[in-house]
């Protein structure tokens, strides 16, 4: 980007990470979800140059850098050819913005990376605004479908929308009620009185070796025999004839009950009640979706069981990562000396700096 007198413009931009505080596994099938963004997150600092065919990026990640051809189609299968692996996801981004030329820059991030606080979105969106040279027009929804294009493009795997719609339209001081289906937030303010804290679990996560894209057949093999799950009852998930399926739907049914309970119970400065379902939500996830594994159940179950914690609950799409803790402010840090950790606050969204 250049002004008027021919001068290259350094552009900056920073976009959160995102822990969900309930809600998982709802969004590919239209439903709600309750997710916050976090002080935490990704910077790009990229310098346009207009004759360049490449995007050149370092990263504080890792010590390879990343080399992007400007020209690269969207063909998922060329994208995931480049090395090293983090550069797919810069041309996930470079293929969605169709750029004309390239640039050099660096990323840098203290998002902790495999935990399920959304590190990958973070990078996409901070890319986005970035790689389009500060001109990026798009905001809030369209800015999200256009880094989930990029997430779908580097990964492979169709993601849903949650990640990329909350960490581009976060307010800060709030969490978001967050309809999958016709995308539109409900912006939630977390009580003073709350505090939020992720644990890791020991067990890193990724999405492309996780169960994610099987469970999204599953859901759409339950779809196509009962309709959408957004609008299915009880009753309906009774109907479904395999067990396993029927496991899978109740969760799905159940978990958008939770969540617009939950945002209730926080509108309502009810605490407790938005831990217990923060907790069921963990045991639904568990159980009917199998998506956690035992170092996190394990670390679910001795956050719970901790005086003056609400609730606890896997957060992300699950096998490693991260729990989310609702705890009373100041009463889980003594305790947790020696584990991965962070009080995360709600935080505004993506934006050019």
């Given at each position: ?68 051809p400007v020209l690269l189609p969207e063909d998922s299968f060329e994208i995931a050819m480049l ?28 998002l902790p990376l495999g935990a399920g606080l959304s590190s990958s979105a973070s990078l996409q ?229």
């Open positions: 980007m250049s002004d008027d007198t021919g001068r290259t413009h350094v552009v900056e931009s920073f976009a959160p990470g995102r822990v969900n505080l309930i809600g998982d596994h709802t969004d590919y099938t239209g439903g709600y979800a309750m997710p916050m963004a976090i002080q935490l997150g990704t910077e790009v600092v990229f310098t346009p140059e207009p004759d360049s065919p490449l995007v050149e990026l370092s990263s504080t990640c890792d010590p390879e850098l990343a080399r992007v090395l090293p692996e983090w550069a797919r996801y810069v041309g996930g981004v470079v293929a969605a913005l169709h750029l004309a030329h390239g640039g050099r820059g660096e990323v840098s991030s203290d969106l901070a890319l986005c605004l970035a790689l389009a040279g500060g001109r990026n027009p798009e905001t809030g929804g369209s800015l999200a479908r256009l880094a989930q294009q990029a997430e779908h493009l580097a990964s492979g795997v169709e993601t849903g929308i949650l990640d990329h719609l909350a960490i581009a339209s976060a307010v800060s001081g709030h969490a978001m009620l967050l309809d999958c289906r016709s995308q539109t937030i409900t912006q939630v303010q977390v009580p003073e009185g709350a505090e939020i804290v992720v644990v890791h679990c020991g067990v890193s996560r990724s999405v492309r070796t996780s169960a994610y894209a099987e469970r999204q057949c599953q859901c759409a093999a339950v779809q196509a025999e009962i309709g959408p799950l957004r609008e299915a009852t009880v009753q309906d998930v009774d109907r479904v004839s395999n067990p396993l399926l029927r496991k899978r739907a109740r969760h799905v049914v159940s978990e958008n009950a939770r969540v617009l309970a939950f945002a209730s119970a926080l509108q309502g400065g009810d605490l407790a009640e938005a831990g217990a379902l923060m907790t069921d939500s963990h045991h639904s996830l568990a159980w009917d979706f199998e998506v956690s594994v035992p170092e996190l159940d394990q670390l679910v179950a001795w956050l719970c069981a901790q005086d003056a914690v609400f609730g606890a609950r896997l957060t992300g799409a699950g096998m490693g990562g991260c729990a989310v803790a609702l705890a009373e402010p100041g009463a889980l840090a003594p305790r947790l000396a020696g584990r991965r950790h962070w009080v995360v606050r709600p935080s505004a969204g993506a934006c050019l700096r």
